[in-house]
T-cell receptor
Framework: EDKVVQSPLSLVVHEGDTVTLNCSYE??????LLWYKQEKKAPTFLFML????IEKKSGRLSSILDKKELFSILNITATQTGDSAIYLC???????????FGSGTKLNVKP | NAGVTQTPKFQVLKTGQSMTLQCAQD?????MSWYRQDPGMGLRLIHY???????DQGEVPNGYNVSRSTTEDFPLRLLSAAPSQTSVYFC????????????FGPGTRLTVT
């Protein structure tokens, strides 16, 4: 059965801390892994990682994909209160562009 | 471009009522999907479509119907609402193909009493 597991489920840190969010997966015909940030409304896209792009970085956020060990991590350095959100990981199969989402990690950054 | 739009934003139904959640996109995307999001459960796929006239079931299809008569529209029908369908519903679309991310609508918060 295809599944995507995120850990931890929730995390509380203080501004300036560095956090690492984890996403492991068991999905057949893996095509890509995506990270989304969800605040109060719809998820917004952060990164896509594929066989041809296993490391991405944007400002304080970075992500890597380990296709051999079937996991990805999302790092956030120098966290800010605006980073407080649910972070979702999704894995896409080749067939029919189906997305499999993890349950998310709820990050709370305190001042 | 408006992107992905959903209506209504909020809805309250009584058990047994039926209704349709509307979703439209103006990006000429082939793929469209409906998800529901419940606390602590991420996004679960209800139904999806790979193009006009083609739909298929996701993880949690029971109690929902979809159709895709045009590329732009992908309505989700609740046949006989149940309290277990209380949730936030998101519609999403994407081009398909190798490097394709999904774009999400703003969501519909549905309460069934």
């Amino acid at each position: 059965e295809d599944k995507v597991v995120q850990s931890p489920l929730s995390l509380v840190v203080h501004e300036g801390d560095t956090v690492t969010l984890n996403c492991s997966y068991e999905v057949t015909n893996f095509r890509s892994l995506l990270w989304y940030k969800q605040e109060k409304k719809a998820p917004t896209f952060l990164f896509m990682l594929t066989s041809s792009g296993i490391e991405k970085k944007s400002g304080r956020l970075s992500s890597i994909l380990d296709k051999k060990e079937l996991f990805s991590i999302l790092n956030i350095t120098a966290t800010q209160t605006g980073d407080s959100a649910i972070y979702l990981c999704a894995v896409v199969r080749y067939n029919f562009n189906k997305f499999y989402f993890g349950s998310g990690t709820k990050l709370n950054v305190k001042p | 471009n408006a992107g992905v739009t959903q209506t209504p934003k909020f809805q309250v139904l009584k058990t047994g009522q039926s209704m349709t959640l509307q979703c439209a996109q103006d990006m000429n995307h082939e793929y469209m999907s409906w998800y529901r999001q419940d606390p602590g459960m991420g996004l679960r796929l209800i139904h999806y479509s790979v193009g006009a006239g083609i739909t298929d079931q996701g993880e949690v299809p029971n109690g929902y119907n979809v159709s895709r008569s045009t590329t732009e529209d992908f309505p989700l029908r609740l046949l006989s609402a149940a309290p277990s369908q209380t949730s936030v519903y998101f519609c999403a679309s994407s081009y398909g193909g190798r490097e394709s991310e999904q774009y999400f609508g703003p969501g519909t918060r549905l309460t069934v009493t």
